[in-house]
């Protein structure tokens, strides 16, 4: 079982800059995954990402969306597919599987739904929970500021680090750090992303 998520940028055409999201992109892309094969950027600005480690798909997806939204004005549509991997090609867009069908359908639906953020597994019971907790936690997500987008972004990235040390990492006070994971919801994210393992565990 493996999981990929396909995404495109939301907006990118009206970015002041094309190489800043590219290149944030690009690194988050790299952060997820050493091995480059794993991933691609295609059409501009959409993409897909393979993550071998299903139970991580949930946190890697979010890590993306904060990625991206630390560039004002910007933002992601994310669709997650949980499945088998029936053939390995030299590049992601070339493997297939049940796990890469469903992301790209997926990803089909999204504009139509106004939704940024879907799951789709073999499991129509865990497809329909975890959804619906998905559009709950948009309801965070889709309206982080840059801050907020910012110390998500580090605090999936420095998992160990307590908000003193973020605060060093960023040069504000630790009570700031404090206000922002909580305007970002960082503790309920993470509750949602311990959930959304026990889920796929079960597939």
Same mark, same amino acid.
């Given at each position: 079982m493996t999981s990929i998520i396909t995404g495109d940028?939301?907006?990118s055409r009206e970015a002041t800059s094309q190489t800043l999201w590219l290149d944030t992109l690009k690194t988050a892309l790299s952060t997820l995954s050493t091995r480059t094969s794993n991933y691609e950027i295609y059409r501009g600005d959409s993409f897909q990402i393979e993550c071998s480690d299903?139970?991580?798909? *949930? =946190?890697? &997806?979010v890590y993306l969306k904060a990625c991206i939204k630390t560039i004002k004005g910007l933002d992601v549509r994310l669709a997650i597919g949980i499945g088998d991997k029936t053939y390995q090609g030299k590049t992601v867009s070339e493997s297939n599987g049940e796990a890469f069908i469903y992301s790209g359908e997926t990803l089909e639906t999204l504009k139509k739904e106004k939704v940024n953020l879907k799951l789709k597994t073999k499991s129509d019971v865990i497809n329909t929970e975890l959804?619906?907790? *998905? =559009?709950? &936690?948009?309801i965070a997500m889709d309206n982080w500021t840059v801050n907020s987008a910012e110390i998500m972004k580090?605090?999936?990235?420095?998992p160990n680090m307590i908000q003193s040390d973020l605060a060093k990492l960023?040069?504000?006070s630790q009570d700031a750090v404090s206000k922002r994971q909580k305007r970002a919801y960082l503790d309920e994210i993470l509750e949602l992303d311990h959930l959304y393992r026990q889920k796929i565990n079960q597939l």
């Open positions: 940028i939301i907006k299903a139970l991580n798909s *949930f =946190k890697n &997806a959804n619906l907790y *998905f =559009k709950l &936690a948009l580090l605090s999936i990235e420095h960023i040069g504000i």
